[in-house]
């Protein structure tokens, strides 16, 4: 049972444009999400999170909307840069538990 | 401060073999995840520690072990090595308490023969 679903595998973009990646959740429990990047043979790199409680987190070119009601989130950056392609991991928390449920990535490619 | 690490950073076994990894958490994390990563899925959960004792837990069979000391340092164990145990093994680290951002270290690359 996929918790959370990175529904697009892939996605292309121009350099300058906007970049626009979605995460889906069914777990309700879940209060606290996060996006990463990753470029391979690397750990993941924290980019930004969101609490449950706000529906809007936004960090320099990065910003992260959440709809509880739809059960998700989209990570926004703009404009994009050659150097974001790499593959981007959103995951939820519940604090409950204190696990983190990651999805299963998308590859972006910002085309110069 | 210091980044999350772990050693080794490549591990070349052979089937049946046994294997251990380390991962040293950001100084004052006494929360220690690992996770395996194969090609085309996501981080997949194998454990959890916090103080010494076991948190949570994933779905991987008993082949995988884990365990964590006193200064929050933790090894994962992998018995009875398989193909399929080829992956890139990740660990993040936390404080231990709510909504808080998981650190991740570099990952050691396993590659079972």
């Known amino acids: 049972d996929q918790q959370v679903k990175q529904n697009s595998p892939s996605l292309s973009v121009q350099e300058g444009r906007i970049s626009i990646l979605n995460c889906d959740y069914t777990?309700?429990?879940?209060?606290?999400f996060l996006w990463y990047k990753k470029y391979p043979a690397e750990g993941p790199t924290f980019l930004i999170s969101?609490?449950?409680?706000?529906d809007k987190n936004e960090d320099g070119r990065f910003t992260v909307f959440l709809n509880k009601s739809a059960k998700h989130l989209s990570l926004h950056i703009v404009p994009s840069q050659p150097g974001d392609s790499a593959v981007y991991f959103c995951?939820?928390?519940?604090?409950?538990?204190?696990?983190?449920?990651f999805g299963t990535g998308t590859r972006l490619k910002v085309l110069a | 401060k210091a980044g999350v690490t772990q050693t080794p950073r490549y591990l070349i076994k052979t089937r049946g073999q046994q294997v251990t990894l380390s991962c040293s958490p950001i100084s004052g994390h006494r929360s220690v995840s690992w996770y395996q990563q194969t090609p085309g899925q996501g981080l997949q959960f194998l454990f959890e520690?916090?103080?010494?004792?076991?948190?949570n837990k994933g779905n991987f069979p008993g082949r995988f072990s884990g365990r964590q000391f006193s200064n929050s340092r933790s090894e994962m164990n992998v018995s009875t090595l398989e193909l399929g145990d080829s992956a890139l093994y990740l660990c993040?680290?936390?404080?231990?308490?709510?909504?808080?951002?998981?650190?991740f270290g570099p990952g050691t690359r396993l590659l079972v023969l």
């Open positions: 993040a680290s936390t404080p231990g308490r709510s909504q808080e951002t998981q650190y």
């Open positions: 777990n309700s429990m879940f209060d606290y």
């Open positions: 995951a939820a928390c519940d604090s409950g538990t204190y696990k983190y449920i």
């Open positions: 520690y916090f103080s010494e004792t076991q948190r």
């Open positions: 969101i609490s449950s409680i706000k």
